[in-house]
């Protein structure tokens, strides 16, 4: 019987019969994972803390015949005070679900998965506005699995003009004169200050990248534009996004 000995962060759980359940991890050199947590659910099971949704922790595996089995786990971080907020939470599943979307199941992606952690601890432990974390979050992972945008000439025809504007099909900048040419969906105008937020996320150092403020302005620019360019290239809405919104909705206007 083959052992995993890996950290890992669980991403999803699924009750099964009376106190089982069945994980999903992402663990550090090994990508998505299954496992079955026997007894996980139980009050004085030693695997209650460490197989609850959002834990990081050090895991010790059994491969079984279809899933892994869990034998140990032991909590690194839990992200407690996520767990006290509705917004954070829907904020923190969110980020999940994009990541597992990402990830084919039994293929490591260690970057990816150590920048979930990092926005999670963000989330957790910072009064960092939850929006430009997802921002944040989202233009990066794009980047990681493939789909960097081209933030620094035109994707047309090479130019370097002072005005840009952003065509997700296109995958990047293109300029005023490239603009009338393409068939796809309409452009998005950048600002200067978009542009510059945009370059710092997409080249900085991953520890780095959640180290500067935007306006609130700012902030709906460059959501627009990553929530239109993760739509052209996953193909895929989010119901927990749709669900943020309407709380983040429900909380500004009282209704």
């Known amino acids: 019987m083959s052992i995993l000995r890996t950290q890992a962060l669980v991403i999803k759980e699924t009750n099964v019969g009376e106190a089982d359940k069945i994980i999903t991890l992402f ?41 892994y089995r869990v034998s140990q786990s032991e909590v690194i971080e839990n992200f407690y005070n996520i767990r006290n907020s509705i917004e954070k939470l829907s904020y923190a599943t969110y980020f999940v679900e994009l990541a597992s979307e990402a990830i ?22 910072t009064n960092k506005e939850p ?3 997802k921002i944040i979050y989202e233009l990066r992972l794009m980047s990681i699995i493939g789909y960097a945008p081209n933030l620094i000439v035109c994707t047309n025809c090479g130019s370097n003009e002072q005005k840009m504007y952003f065509n997700s099909a296109a995958g990047g900048l293109v300029c005023t004169n490239c603009l009338p040419k393409l068939k796809s969906r ?41 929530k239109d360019f993760l739509l052209t290239h996953i193909g895929k809405e989010f119901k927990t996004l749709k669900y943020l919104e309407n709380i983040i909705t429900t909380t500004k206007y009282g209704h």
């Open 27 to 67: 663990a550090r050199g090994k990508g998505k994972v299954q496992a079955s947590a026997r007894g996980a659910r139980s009050p004085r099971s030693r695997l209650i803390a460490g197989t609850q949704f959002l834990c990081y922790g050090d895991f010790i595996l059994y491969k079984g015949k279809e899933l």
């Open 104 to 125: 084919d199941e039994g293929y490591a992606n260690n970057n990816l998965l150590k920048l979930l952690l990092n926005t999670l601890h963000m989330l957790s432990a």
């Open 186 to 226: 309409n452009s998005l105008m950048l600002s200067e200050g978009a542009l510059y937020a945009m370059r710092y996320i997409l080249y900085s150092e991953l520890n780095k990248i959640f180290s500067f403020e935007v306006s609130p302005k700012v902030q709906d620019e460059l959501d627009a534009i990553t």
């Open 131 to 133: 929006r430009l974390l």
